[in-house]
């Protein structure tokens, strides 16, 4: 995120009370060039000066529990001494909170008063200065930007490693610049900052965009770590979200190791890679040659070649060259071998080669547990393809073994959720789309119940439309009908 719907400062009142003083000056600078030296403010506090350092707890302790102390996000209460020979000696302040008067006793308290009649503390007037460094995202976006643009500040962007992806409103583009350089300022882990440029309306096929440079340097190279693999790609040649790891995650923990699954759609291997580090035998597949290319290199780099095959085809050629690829392999008796760990000691009286275990050998499966489809836009379209699946292959499947049809993940758009409402408008609307690609009435329920499909709700990308995966057995009508 940016930053938080609400000034860093932890400001509780509407502008008009003390904490006000801490907010940033207000520059309506437009779309012009930032000007950082503009957010230096100087606030007139008051301070406690500790005679002995050794009290500064005891007095910290005291003045924060009658609320005399200042509070402030990021702001230390305790500070050097405003005389600088003193500081030099390593006298310290404590800063007082804001209706603390240095000129007013009634104002201070029991606990500076008593720390004054004791001669530990003096108290002071104090000078806090505040430049931009201390502000926050959303305080510089207030200061800068229009009143009528601050109930929708862009406060979310998509990373890959140092980029981060912009795709603002049009009613923000004139500021775009300013957004992008603070964003900058304001995330350590950003080096480049790009807003995406629709091309025509109409993206690639792909996922891929065109984009403006806003801030910092043009370099779309980037590594990224996810699912305990790193994944190092040109951000501007294959299609990543950095919001969809949660939805990663949660499919990967749906596989077991040694089961085998299809990813149709599988980018650089979100899915693919850290599933196959985790045991699963995974069939990856992308028509984009060069998320194939770096798909091939994070294989490699993660060392899960023995699980992971990288292929670049039309994803429906894919579905039926999967099942019989995955057969085949399985007939022919391929598998990994995974080493088994050494112990620590070999057996007295045997050599080190006598007690070296065997690795282990792990068959591919006859059929494939799952097909992976994260294509949102159009994924459903594709179910038509699996229409002869396993066509011939029933033996393979229950009620002949225990082996089940593939559970299907859907990836989808459709209509937002509205709250509380009794009409899950969503689930009419996938699950008819899916009845119309498969020839076969589906309806939501559950997944493992023949006939129904679980829906799951991703994440919003819009105001009226949210991003869903629907799951499902493949229907025995559709695996085992006839091939066109």
């Known amino acids: 995120m940016i930053g938080k719907k609400r000034s860093a400062t932890a400001i509780e009142d509407d502008g008009e009370g003390t904490m006000a003083i801490f907010r940033p000056p207000i520059i309506r600078s ?19 000066a500790v005679q002995d350092s050794r009290n500064i707890s005891k007095y910290r302790q005291a003045l924060d529990s009658s609320r005399k102390l200042l509070r402030l996000e990021r702001i230390s209460s305790i500070a050097p001494h405003p005389d600088k020979a003193l500081a030099e000696k390593g006298r310290k302040c404590l800063l007082l909170a804001p209706e603390v008067n240095a000129q007013s006793r009634d104002t201070w308290g029991p606990a500076l008063t008593e720390g004054v009649e004791k001669q530990d503390l003096a108290v002071i007037p104090y000078e806090l200065q505040l430049d931009y460094d201390y502000w926050s995202y959303y305080d510089i976006m207030t200061s800068v930007l229009p009143e009528d643009l601050h109930s929708e500040l862009p406060t979310g962007f998509n990373t890959a490693g140092h980029v981060a992806h912009l795709n603002l409103r049009d009613k923000y583009l004139p500021y775009k610049k300013v957004i992008a350089e603070v964003l900058l300022d304001k995330n350590a882990h950003i080096r480049t900052v790009i807003n995406k440029v629709d091309n025509v309306g109409e993206e690639s096929e792909f996922r891929t965009f065109q984009y403006e440079l806003l801030a910092g340097t043009d370099d779309m190279q980037v590594q990224l770590f996810e699912g305990n693999c790193v994944f190092e790609f040109d951000y501007s040649k294959v299609y990543w979200n950095s919001k969809l790891e949660t939805e990663h995650r949660r499919l990967i923990d749906l596989f077991k ?69 995955v057969l085949a392999a399985s007939q022919q008796g391929e598998c990994a071998l995974v080493p088994v760990k050494q112990p620590s000691r ?37 179910l038509g393809c699996y229409r002869g699946l396993y066509a011939g292959q029933e033996a393979l499947f229950a009620p002949a073994t225990d082996t089940k049809l593939p559970l299907m993940h859907v990836h989808c758009f459709s209509f937002k959720q509205i709250k509380d409402t009794d009409e899950p408008l969503y689930r009419d609307d996938i699950c008819e789309r899916i009845t119309r690609e498969l020839g076969v009435t589906m309806k939501h329920g559950d997944a493992e119940v023949e006939g129904e499909v679980a829906i799951h709700n991703v994440r919003d990308v819009a105001p009226l439309k949210t991003m869903y995966c629907a799951s499902f057995r493949i229907p025995r009508e559709v695996a085992f009908a006839p091939r066109s």
């Open 346 to 382: 070999p057996a007295k009286g045997s050599s080190a080669a006598a007690a070296r275990p065997a690795p282990k050998r792990i068959p591919i499966p006859a059929t494939i547990s799952h097909f992976v489809m994260n294509l949102p836009a159009s994924a459903i379209e594709f």
């Open 257 to 325: 190791p040694g089961e085998v699954v299809a990813d149709v759609m599988a980018g650089i291997g979100p899915f693919a890679v850290p599933a196959g580090k985790r045991g699963v035998f995974i069939w990856a597949n992308d028509m984009n040659p060069e998320s194939y290319r770096y798909l091939s290199e994070a294989i490699a780099k993660n060392k899960v070649s023995q699980f992971v095959r990288p292929f670049c085809k039309d994803g429906r050629t894919f579905i039926h060259e999967a099942a019989d690829m």
């Open 30 to 48: 437009g779309a012009a060039a930032l000007n950082r030296a503009l957010f230096t403010k100087k606030v007139d506090l008051a301070a406690a």
